[in-house]
């Protein structure tokens, strides 16, 4: 269920961008950064407690307890320029992978009560390059249209693969709802995917 905190009002078109833990933490990070920077004030959570299947407990103290739900928020950037508003979804866990499409559908009710127009994933690459390489940046998009205004940047298209979890799925479901949109993904070291990449991140922004 989605719980609002703030009324806001999109006068111009609207972006969206959706982040969730992943390899190097690239994702995350870019979007942290982007609410931090921008300010984007909280206007929504997700209250999604029974689509977390806790899998671990934790230690505080040396006491054992079970773990808290993730927060799952949304922010909003009101671009005063009159270009784009952007609309930051930021879960800080992804759900059971049963209850991914649910999940999905929820955030997506938010897209489309804002009328977003577009919307964005991040994600990583591993790839057999050295922690030293500055990282190549690739996008997957959800119409050739997209894609060639993309082709205008440093940016590879990605021919063919797959991207796992949210910030995969998530795309692909708002294309089926309707949407349309890109994930951009940045190489990582194929040995650091459990390691934070924040110059994959920034490679991103």
Known sequence: MIKFHKRIKTENPVLMIAAWP????????????????LKAQE????EAMDLFSPNEAWIDNGLIKMPQVPEEKFYFYKNKSGKEDLIIFIG??????????RYINEILSVTKKFKV????TFAAMPAPIDHLKEPEVFG????KALIERFKKIPLKIMSSGQI???NGLFLAMAKESGF??????AEIPLYT????????????L
């Open 43 to 46: 206007i929504a959570e997700l």
């Open 164 to 166: 796992g979890g949210l």
């Open 193 to 204: 995917i459990q390691i934070e990449n924040p110059r994959a991140s920034l490679a991103i």
């Open 92 to 101: 800080q866990a992804q759900p059971s992978p049963e209850k991914n499409q």
């Open 180 to 185: 349309s949109g890109m994930c951009i993904l």
């Open 140 to 143: 997957v998009a959800t119409d």
């Open 117 to 120: 127009n577009q919307v964005y």
């Open 22 to 37: 992943g390899m190097g933490s690239v994702a995350l990070k870019a979007a942290n950064y982007l609410k931090d920077t």
